[in-house]
Structure formats: C-alpha cells, structure tokens
C-alpha cells in the first residue's frame, strides 16, 4: 500500500497550491479519502473528507470556502486544492485512506505559508 503525496511547497499569503496524493496497492474506490494536517507542536487534525464515491465531502470549519477536495477514482487520486492561503495553514500535509477495516497514511507533504 502507498500513498504518496505531493505539490507541497512555500507559498506567500494568499496563495494557492494544488495537493495531490497517488494511491496504489489497494482498491481506492472502496475508501473514504481525507487530508490531515500537523503543524508542530500541534496535534494533527482533520483539513477534509470525501466519501468513496466522491459525492459527500466535509471540511473543518476554518478550512471551509477556501480548500476543496476532490477525488479521481478512475486514477486513483485524491486531490486538495487550497487558496487563500494563511501562514496558520503551514503544517505537514497528510493524505488517509479509510474503511471499515483498514486505515492507511501517506508520508506527507510540507506547506509552508509566508512573506
């Protein structure tokens, strides 16, 4: 099982960047897919979820209007896109995979948001 994620990088305020995590090893159309972020020092929380259909997706609330997920079944692919960009957003970025069994994580991308 992998998942690699990437498109990370340094931003200025009020930038926009494009996450994507490549799946492979498992069927990536039966999982829930999320993004999580951890800044340091802080706990890792939950930037957004789409369901395995791609049909239901759910942000946290300082994420909403401005980060959009999205998913590409047919190429495995679950994607972040994230403007308006605040140097509170910098963390590392996870991609997850879940179902009702197995829980899966990426390695992580860095975003760093600054001037």
């Known amino acids: 099982v992998q998942l690699v994620a990437s498109g990370g990088g340094l931003v200025q305020p009020g930038g926009s960047l494009r996450l994507s995590c490549a799946a492979s090893?498992?069927?990536?159309?039966?999982?829930?897919m999320s993004w999580y972020r951890q800044a340091p020092g802080k706990e890792r929380e939950l930037v957004a979820s789409?369901?395995?259909?791609?049909?239901?997706?759910s942000y946290a609330d300082s994420m909403k209007g401005r980060f959009t997920i999205s998913r590409d079944n047919a190429k495995n692919t679950v994607s972040l896109q994230m403007n308006s960009l605040k140097p509170e957003d910098t963390a590392m970025y996870y991609c997850?995979?879940?179902?009702?069994?197995?829980?899966?994580w990426g390695q992580g991308t860095q975003v760093t948001v600054s001037s």
């Open positions: 997850n995979a879940r179902s009702s069994w197995y829980d899966y």
């Open positions: 789409i369901n395995s259909s791609g049909t239901i997706r």
């Open positions: 090893g498992f069927t990536f159309s039966r999982y829930d």
